[in-house]
C-alpha cells in the first residue's frame, strides 16, 4: 500500500514525469508496453480509488464538521435571545479557519483524484492504441512476406 500511498502523495508534482514513462509508446517499445500494460493499468487503478477514497473521507469529515458548527453557532445564538436564520449559518460556516483548511485540504484531494482519473483513461486509450498499433505491425509484417 505505501507505494499507492507515496503515488498519491507526489501525484502533483510527478504527473508529468508519470505520464510519460507509462503512457510514451513508440514502435521500438509497443512489445513492452503490451506486456507491461495489465499491471501499470492495475497500479494507477488502485492509485485512483485511493485517491477517491481520501477524497470521500475529506468530504464527509467537512460535512460532519459544518454541521457542527452550525449547531453550536446556533446554540450560542439562542442564549443570546438571537435566532438564527439557515442564511447566517452558511455565511458563518465560511468563515470557519478549521473549515476553511479542510475545504482546502477536499481540494487538494479531488486534484489528486482528477490527475489520477486522467492517467486511467490515458492508460484506456493507450491499450487502443497499442492493439491498432500491433495490427498495422502485423500487417506489415504479412506484405513483406509476400
Known sequence: ??????????????????????????ESSMDLAIKRHPSVYAFFGS??????????GLS?????????????????????????????????????QELIDLREELLDSQHRYNLARNIVTSLDHQKDMLVQMSANKRAEVRLHEL
Open 1 to 26: 500500500m505505501s507505494d499507492i500511498q507515496n503515488t498519491y502523495e507526489t501525484l502533483p508534482s510527478e504527473y508529468l514525469s508519470l505520464t510519460k514513462s507509462y503512457l510514451s509508446v513508440d
Open 47 to 56: 492509485v485512483l480509488s485511493y485517491a477517491k477514497r481520501t477524497s470521500d
Open 60 to 96: 464527509s469529515k467537512l460535512e460532519m464538521l459544518e454541521a457542527k458548527h452550525m449547531e453550536l453557532r446556533r446554540a450560542e445564538l439562542a442564549g443570546k435571545g438571537t435566532k438564527a436564520t439557515q442564511g447566517a449559518l452558511n455565511a458563518y460556516v465560511l468563515t470557519v
